[in-house]
């Protein structure tokens, strides 16, 4: 059953590249469901899924499904989603998420607000072992105003068209296709951030793993990549311990004023904050 739509998700379309996992897509949809977001507003690249995604997608006959022939990869798979979005606001996303209520209206208004371009929500990774519709309503409310600038993660990202319309969307590097893309944007001046202001539950790199099968990680992958940044081996070194201690910063400053951070991590009955 789909809840009536907050206006703000009445602007967005969610793009999401599946490779078998059908469990995970099946509860990704209903939660999106639930939130608001209708099958209509649903682009779903599968990768050539042998587990019944295309049986499944097709008793969704208005969910937009694009079902490829071969396995093109995470970010050939988001870029054809992207392309076909006529939104304002584009939702890239795995399937591995368990979605609720207010996060990705949250997202539009806290980026409408703040003005930022691209925007990510706050998450727990790993067991879903508790009440996380509830967790995330508390969350929410709590963290509503907490942010995190000028960074990014590739499990859900929310993109306005004017990024894609001068950026362009996804390289296919096997697996830097995220953090290449939040290079272009800032290179252009567009802003990022992650906010509390949207939850999602994440199960753990089950969409990336999947969509990778056949698309392995090379070093020419790495190589090319590393030529695009234009970084060598020391400014990678800096540029990985300044991303260590500014994450370190946050995670400090979020427990000490609200007692969870942006990103936590649910193993074994513990949540651990990062």
């Not at 967005?12 to 059908?22: D, K, M, R, Y």
């Not at 969910?63 to 990869?73: C, F, K, S, T």
């Not at 199960?203 to 990336?208: A, I, K, L, N």
């Amino acid at each position: 059953m789909t809840a009536s739509p907050a206006p703000a998700l009445n602007r967005l379309s969610v793009v999401i590249p599946v490779f078998n996992q059908l469990n995970y897509t099946r509860q990704c949809v209903e939660t999106l469901n639930r939130a608001g977001v209708a099958d209509a507003q649903l682009i779903i690249i599968n990768n050539a899924s042998t587990d019944g995604t295309a049986e499944f997608l097709a008793t969704h006959p208005q969910i937009h499904a694009v079902n490829n022939a071969d396995n093109v990869g995470c970010g050939p798979a988001w870029t054809q989603g992207s392309k076909l979005s006529c939104a304002e606001w584009t939702a890239v996303m795995n399937n591995d998420v368990l979605v609720p209520a207010g996060c990705l209206d949250g997202l539009i208004t806290f980026a409408e607000e703040n003005n930022y371009d691209v925007i990510c929500p706050a998450m727990r990774e790993g067991e879903a072992d508790y009440d996380w519709p509830q967790h995330a309503a508390d969350f929410m409310r709590k963290m509503r105003d907490v942010r995190r600038d000028d960074i990014g993660h590739g499990v859900c990202f929310l993109v306005h068209r004017r990024v894609f319309e001068q950026v362009g969307y996804f390289n296919n590097y096997g697996g830097y296709e995220d953090d290449d893309f939040f290079r272009r944007v800032r290179t252009a001046g567009f802003r990022l951030a992650m906010t509390g202001r949207g939850w999602l539950h994440h199960f753990g790199s089950v969409t990336q793993k999947s969509t990778k099968f056949k698309v392995v990680m090379t070093r020419e992958h790495r190589e090319r990549y590393r030529r695009a940044v234009g970084q060598n081996w020391l400014q990678r070194k800096i540029h990985q311990f300044n991303q260590s201690r500014r994450g370190r910063r946050w995670r400090q400053t979020e427990l000490a004023q609200f007692g969870g951070t942006l990103r936590e991590r649910r193993l074994g009955g513990v949540t651990e904050y990062a």
